[in-house]
């Protein structure tokens, strides 16, 4: 057995594992973060039956796009962040992107989807941890960037994502990704929104995002080791 393939079954195992404790079978969804790896690996993971991958640097992301184009069920998450002048890539080859964090940005995605595409799925980034430093939407203006993006016809409003500061314990870790979950199911009801998607879980909080509510969790080490 390859080491790459040693290491997806066991994090799919272990995403199995934390889905069973909290009676959410088949609820998560394993986005595989292949940034900074070259697009053999991410072959690779294809042929072990991994097909949703995510990129956080678009020039590298455009190379990988274009050398795998002939796998057609293929899904590109975009996951970093996001300059205005990227857009236009961003919205012509991703299927997803996890990282909007504001109006001009969501408006630019909308308005340079290519018409023959179905809607650019999106969630809105969320600076759930009130990092100073972070990118992200705060808490306090969410609602209103939810709202507005709802209703651009180009774009799909399916969720939230963030990327919480680095806690000391698993019981640390729950805190913000609680809020996180608490945040998406508000925002549904009072809105009258069917948002699905959960999108946190990195290689260091899996277990505890998948038990609070994750529906996708973004793992990069635990499946392709550590990035140079
Ligand atoms: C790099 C990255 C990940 C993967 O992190 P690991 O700790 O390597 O699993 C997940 N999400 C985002 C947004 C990232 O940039």
Redesign the pocket.
Known sequence: MTLLKSRFEQVINQIHKAEKTCQREGEVRLLA?S?TKPADKVREACALGQREF?E?YLQEALVKVQALADIDDIVWHF??PIQSNKTRDIASHFHWV??VDRLKIARRLNDQRPADLPPLNICLQVNISGEASKSGVSMDELEELVKAVSELPNLSLRGLMA?PARAENKEQQRIPLRALKQALDNLNKSLGLTMDTLSMG???DLEAAVEEGSTMV?????LFGA?T
């Open positions: 973060v940034k995510g956080s996951i970093g996890h990282s990327i990195m290689t260091d973004r793992i990069g080490t635990a990035r």
